[in-house]
């Protein structure tokens, strides 16, 4: 892998955050959150126990309850829409463009932000060099296998140069082997670039391996928060 130029890594605030669906569903209860610039917080729980709530809150995909608010490096940002909150996501389906080529997926922010076309390139090559698959630039989504398609969705958010990456299970669709050596990757790429990350597992073994804090959920909320040896050795 090449070297990624250092981003100014993100602090991030959850408070008083909850999440009620107009069903009357209880998501989330009020959660008070605080991660800290370049740090990797991974939300471990089953599913249906709030933990991609919270990172949807993040992005800018839910809005809490009245009175929670999510803060980055201080300033309210409960408002802003996700386009405005230069955060890169990777989805658990992975969401690519099956109508557009690994470059076209990888350059697809790029182009809504109205960068030249030379910056375009310069950057998707960049990414593509950063996730080694530069051989598969041209090729169509339908073409990759799972390991590929999740290396051009890690690129792809990764080309705006967000201040935070938000990981919502992105290895659950993986075998067990594959699922193993693209954890390694990832926790390497998040040491490379410095950057704030939130990702979000039902895995143990990935929560630990992964995450500099672990915050354990359960029911909509927060169970524990520490770091893996901590919850290993003491969990509450």
């Given at each position: ?54 990172l949807r809150m993040i992005a800018g995909l839910e809005m809490p309850d009245a009175g929670g608010r999510v803060l980055f490096d201080g ?68 073409q990759l296998s799972g390991g590929q398609r999740q290396r051009v969705a890690l690129a792809r958010a990764l080309a705006v140069r967000p ?55 359960d029911h909509g909320r927060v169970a524990q928060i520490g770091k893996s040896r901590e919850i290993y050795h003491h969990p509450a």
């Open positions: 892998m090449m070297t990624e130029s250092p981003i100014k890594a993100l602090s991030i605030e959850l408070k008083q955050c909850a999440k009620t669906f107009p069903d009357g569903t209880q998501a989330l209860y009020p959660l008070d959150l605080s991660i800290h610039a370049g740090e990797t917080v991974a939300l471990l729980a089953p599913s249906g126990c709030g933990k991609t709530t919270a300033v309210d940002v409960t408002a802003l829409p996700i386009e405005q909150r230069n955060v890169g996501m990777v989805f658990q389906s992975y969401a690519l463009f099956p109508n557009m080529s690994v470059a076209e997926n990888i350059g697809y922010g790029l182009r809504l932000r109205k960068e030249t076309p030379a910056a375009q390139r310069k950057r998707v090559g960049e990414m593509l060099a950063l996730m080694r698959i530069e051989a598969l630039a041209d090729r169509q989504i339908d201040r935070a990456l938000l990981l919502d299970e992105p290895l659950t669709a993986l075998d067990a082997k594959l699922r193993d050596t693209l954890r390694l990757e990832i926790d390497t790429l998040l040491t490379r670039l410095g950057i704030t990350a939130i990702y979000v597992t039902h895995d143990q073994a990935e929560a630990m391996a992964l995450g500099d804090r672990i915050v354990v959920m």
